[in-house]
């Protein structure tokens, strides 16, 4: 609470403001410095009424900080708690992640034995599989079993040297059995039997020499119609009673080109299904050379 009265000419309870009394000479100036001193402490006790009173206020505001404090303390100690369940969890976590790492490879490496045991196994099926389909004469069988035994190989490079003999014996035979089967299917023009044992050689994973066997096949059934074609015509120049009949040598030719267009459009499945679009590539190849150099 602020005084009316005008601020005093010196700074009281200063020892400057001591000095400065003690100096004094003049009763005047004594005077007014004790007029000023007397408002000086009016005004004092007039702030100190005042804060006396706040004290009410004040001791009010003292009580709520000290419950405050100890609100505080409880959240102290609460959070001191969670932060060392927390604390616990985490590591709890930590080592239930490593554990659980362990487990997932412990998983991961028996997942892996368990295949290759079935491996083994399906090895030793595909083994006894190709024996008996080449007892029975059942060769597609056979290549499937092959051609599966092949696969797993290349799956599990470190299986036993054995069954690995003993399917390359199989596969041998079967090979030899397929060739010789394809050999006289094509020397008796047997087209289905062709067909038949041309399939064979992809699941024995030759199926490049399969193909070029079939393009050579279908050069000679084309070839062969083309000569005989070729020689009727030879036949009607060397007859004298039709030496003033034309001899169609364009229809013969045109006919050749025919054959080899039929040829491309009836095998496309199987040349596709073979060795893929490289199949009719080297198949229309194959023909163009054969007709430049006249050796169809």
Excluded: W
């Amino acid at each position: 609470m602020e005084s009316s009265d005008p601020p005093p000419s010196i700074n009281f309870g200063t020892a400057e403001a001591l000095d400065h009394i003690r100096s004094l000479t003049d009763v005047g100036a004594m005077t007014r410095l004790l007029h000023e001193c007397i408002a000086y402490q009016r005004a004092l006790d007039l702030n100190l009424d005042h804060l006396l009173s706040q004290r009410s206020d004040l001791d009010k505001h003292l009580s709520n900080l000290q419950k405050s404090s100890q609100v505080l303390d409880i959240v102290k100690s609460d959070a001191d708690h969670v932060l060392s369940n927390v604390s616990s969890t985490c590591d709890l976590a930590d080592h239930v992640s490593a554990k659980v790492r362990e487990l997932d490879l412990a998983q991961s490496r028996v997942n892996s034995t368990l295949l290759r045991l079935d491996a083994i196994v399906e090895r030793t099926n595909c083994i006894d599989g190709v024996k008996q389909a080449l007892d029975g004469q059942d060769y597609e069988s056979a290549a499937k079993f092959v051609q599966r035994f092949t696969q797993i190989e290349s799956e599990y490079r470190d299986s036993g040297s054995e069954q690995r003999d003993q399917l390359m014996e199989s596969k041998k035979q079967l090979e030899s059995i397929v060739k010789k089967k394809l050999s006289a299917a094509v020397d008796q023009r047997d087209h289905p039997n062709v067909l038949r044992f041309i399939r064979l050689y992809t699941p024995l994973g030759i199926e490049e020499e399969g193909l070029q066997a079939y393009v050579s096949y279908l050069r000679k059934v084309i070839g062969m119609r083309s000569r005989l074609e070729f020689e009727h015509l030879m036949e009607l120049m060397e007859q004298k009673n039709n030496q003033n009949q034309q001899v169609n040598f364009v229809g013969c030719l045109t006919n050749l080109f025919k054959d080899i267009v039929l040829a491309i459009e009836e095998n496309d499945e199987i040349l596709r299904g073979s060795v893929g679009k490289m199949g009719l590539f080297m198949l229309f190849v194959s023909f163009k050379r054969s007709v430049i150099r006249g050796g169809l």
